[in-house]
T-cell receptor, first 119, second 113 residues
Framework: EPEVTQTPSHQVTQMGQEVILRCVPI?????FYWYRQILGQKVEFLVS????????KSEIFDDQFSVERPDGSNFTLKIRSTKLEDSAMYFC?????????????????FGPGTRLTVL | AQKITQTQPGMFVQEKEAVTLDCTYD???????LFWYKQPSSGEMIFLIY??????QNATEGRYSLNFQKARKSANLVISASQLGDSAMYFC??????????FGAGTRLTVKP
């Protein structure tokens, strides 16, 4: 069964450093997402991406964050200058465009997550 | 703006019993989807069940069913015949035509033997 993959599984970085989190969505999916989950807290939406551009972003997704689909398979999240409060689990997700289904039906398949630790 | 509320931070249930996890939502969009995800201690997010705002019947998936009360804006998850492996965090989420998904704070379910 196809699945979303993420690398690395755990990233440790120094405050102020740039990190790139990588995701490979399911191959025929067209919508891509990033979420984060601070330890013990709820999952928070960061950004959605469709047709090579950001379709929606939350207030968390400020100028320090960027996303890119550099080729036909990868979807990346870059944090330019990490802060201590960026420490969290980052989930990538993807969903398909489903014929005959309303746009709000978008079962999102989640990757296993990347645990980012900022020291 | 979307808002998802899960008022039960923790729930306990006896093995083989049924349990209901509460979720209420708020949206001004007439078309939306409601989802439940399970997050075991290993951390992955596992999709359980979906309910569309226009669906006439409550969704069911095996031991999971969704008690959808549109007028009350509630979408409670019912797990029947609880198993020890059901112990996990459970998140309610909603997607509207903005195509993103917003999550509730989660409910930690513990199944007791």
């Amino acid at each position: 069964e196809p699945e979303v993959t993420q690398t690395p599984s755990h990233q440790v970085t120094q405050m102020g450093q740039e990190v790139i989190l990588r995701c490979v969505p399911i191959s025929n999916h067209l919508y891509f997402y990033w979420y984060r989950q601070i330890l013990g807290q709820k999952v928070e939406f960061l950004v959605s991406f469709y047709n090579n551009e950001i379709s929606e972003k939350s207030e968390i997704f400020d100028d320090q964050f960027s996303v890119e689909r550099p080729d036909g398979s990868n979807f990346t999240l870059k944090i330019r200058s990490t802060k201590l409060e960026d420490s969290a689990m980052y989930f990538c997700a993807s969903s398909a465009v489903l014929a005959g289904k309303p746009r709000s039906y978008n079962e999102q398949f989640f990757g296993p997550g990347t645990r980012l630790t900022v020291l | 703006a979307q808002k998802i509320t899960q008022t039960q931070p923790g729930m306990f249930v006896q093995e083989k019993e049924a349990v209901t996890l509460d979720c209420t939502y708020d949206t001004s969009d007439p078309s939306y989807g409601l989802f439940w995800y399970k997050q075991p201690s290993s951390g992955e997010m596992i999709f359980l069940i979906y309910q569309g705002s226009y669906d006439q019947q409550n969704a069911t998936e095996g031991r999971y069913s969704l008690n959808f009360q549109k007028a009350r804006k509630s979408a409670n998850l019912v797990i029947s015949a609880s198993q020890l492996g059901d112990s996990a965090m459970y998140f309610c989420a909603m997607s509207d035509n903005n195509n993103d998904m917003r999550f509730g704070a989660g409910t930690r379910l513990t199944v007791k033997p």
